[in-house]
């Protein structure tokens, strides 16, 4: 069984920066693509950023420039660096495990509150 568990949410004004990271037990991360999804009060959950297991990245429109996804597999761990926080970016981030050629992620976190003041 794979656990993922997220932590370094928080409040933060406009303009500043948080790092999230994410712990998974098991053997099977350091072979799977890793994501960050958020999701705001009434909207669907988006995909902001992926990191294969080579390190390839890829990150949606939205954050590109301003978030920097990484992971360190010998610790089993992945980040997601926030910086130039916006208001719009406030929302529950997921973390997730994404088997090699599959679209949709396996192994979900439990999720970690982001959020950014005016």
């Known amino acids: 069984q794979v656990q993922l568990v997220e932590s370094g949410g928080g409040l933060v004004q406009t303009g500043g920066s948080l790092r999230l990271s994410c712990a998974a037990s098991?053997?099977?991360?350091?072979?799977?693509?890793m994501a960050w999804y958020r999701q705001a009060p009434g909207k669907q959950r988006e995909l902001v950023a992926r990191i294969t297991s080579g390190g390839t990245t890829n990150y949606a429109d939205s954050v590109k420039g301003r978030f920097t996804i990484s992971r360190d597999n010998a610790k089993n761990t992945g980040y997601l660096q926030m910086n130039s926080l916006k208001p719009e970016d406030t929302a529950v981030y997921y973390c997730?495990?994404?088997?090699?050629?599959?679209?949709?992620?396996?192994?979900w976190g439990q999720g970690t509150q982001v959020t950014v003041s005016s």
């Open positions: 098991g053997s099977i991360f350091r072979s799977n693509v």
């Open positions: 997730a495990l994404i088997r090699p050629g599959l679209a949709l992620p396996d192994y």
